[in-house]
């Protein structure tokens, strides 16, 4: 009977007292004794300000329930997107090993400047200019008795015709530069920029 | 009983809203209090400290008595109809976008957290693992785990605070 009495009181004591968040979170979720869910339906009935901490409660335990579930999902997709397979660091160190190798080579590289070749008209007997394979040339075409013009398109195709290099040289200024060719026997044309052919010289790069 | 009204009113419509939505939520109110007021009418209730329990407990079997009736209603419609019509039980658009919203809170509380305190988070409601758990398993006290959530719901409160308007569905008209 005093049993009866003591938790008859305490019911009645919890009923004028306000929930606390674990109180509300708790009943939000279902959980807790029949006499504690009794007692806090009882204070509810009467009391407005924790129906809406009740209501608050609710919505933030949906909420946080809604986005931890999308948060995991989000990190398992980072973790399968992000994940390094397992030749990638074997892999990246010969990459960079390589790159490294090239840079070397390229910085230690003497940069010569470019060869002087005077070219002159290959009809007859002239033997052809010569230059040395991979390096720029600087080429001095032979102009003398050309139409005149402010400028030609100098052009380089090898042997089968097909074209290597291509520029316009100022007639002014008499050279044009490219970049070195690999070794065999090539011919520079001199064209008017209209496209009129005036002259052929040989070259040969060894 | 004007002042039996006055005083549970609220507390009546609050309970019926919240288990069964509001459909008929003013018959049900209504029906609540006609229950008590024959119960007080025929004697059955003499102890004023008990009112407040006696109508919780007149809440609780009419929320029992609806769903008993929603399923029955269900069972019977199946056993006649095959072809029964079938409710739409997704949230109306407005909620979802509440919800939507109430979500778009959390994600971006849960971003400003430390990485450990996201994860008892996720374990807590996520994976719904009880408190002793996680303060076993990530070497937490009691303290710092409650610590923990009540700053994450103080935060998510901190940025939904124009959003945390109460809601008028039961309040009575």
Request: net charge negative; no cysteine.
């Given at each position: 009977m005093l049993q009866y009495k003591i938790v008859g009181f305490r019911i009645m004591r919890d009923i004028h007292r306000h929930m606390d968040e674990e109180e509300l979170e708790q009943y939000s979720d279902g959980a807790g004794t029949p006499e504690q869910t009794a007692a806090l339906e009882t204070h509810l009935l009467t009391c407005e300000e924790c129906r809406n901490q009740l209501l608050q409660t609710d919505e933030y335990v949906l909420a946080m329930r809604s986005a931890a579930g999308h948060e995991r999902r989000a990190a398992r997709t980072r973790e399968r997107e992000w994940s390094v397979p397992t030749w990638f660091p074997a892999f990246a160190a010969a990459a960079c090993g390589l790159l490294l190798f090239v840079a070397v080579r390229y910085w230690q590289a003497p940069s010569l400047p470019a060869a002087t070749v005077d070219l002159v008209a290959m009809r007859g007997a002239g033997t052809p200019g010569a230059a040395p394979a991979g390096r720029a040339l600087l080429l001095h075409p032979d102009?003398?008795?050309?139409?005149?013009?402010?400028s030609y398109r100098i052009q380089v195709v090898d042997q089968t015709g097909r074209e290597v290099r291509q520029s316009l040289m100022e007639a002014a200024r008499g050279a044009v530069q490219f970049t070195g060719l690999r070794a065999g026997v090539y011919f520079v044309r001199v064209y008017l920029p209209g496209g009129e052919l005036l002259r052929e010289y040989g070259l040969e790069v060894r | 009983m004007e002042e039996l009204y006055a005083i549970f009113v609220k507390g009546v419509r609050f309970f019926l809203w919240r288990q069964l939505?509001?459909?008929d939520l003013d018959d049900k109110v209504h029906d609540v209090f006609l229950i008590i007021t024959h119960s007080i009418q025929k004697g059955?209730?003499?102890?004023?400290?008990?009112l407040m329990g006696y109508v919780r407990t007149v809440v609780r079997r009419q929320v029992a008595m609806h769903i008993d009736n929603a399923v029955q209603s269900r069972r019977n419609q199946q056993a006649i109809d095959p072809s029964m019509t079938l409710s739409d039980h997704r949230p109306d658009p407005e909620r979802r976008a509440i919800e939507r919203e109430n979500q778009d809170l959390a994600l971006r509380m849960l971003a400003g957290l430390p990485k450990r305190e996201r994860e008892v988070l996720i374990r807590f409601y996520?994976?719904?693992?009880t408190a002793e758990q996680i303060c076993q398993d990530l070497n937490l006290t009691e303290t710092q785990f409650r610590l923990m959530k009540s700053r994450a719901k103080a935060r998510y409160g901190e940025l939904g605070k124009r959003r945390f308007a109460q809601r008028e569905g039961f309040q009575p008209k």
């Open positions: 102009l003398t008795g050309l139409a005149a013009s402010p | 939505g509001p459909q059955e209730l003499r102890e004023p400290d008990r996520l994976q719904e693992q």
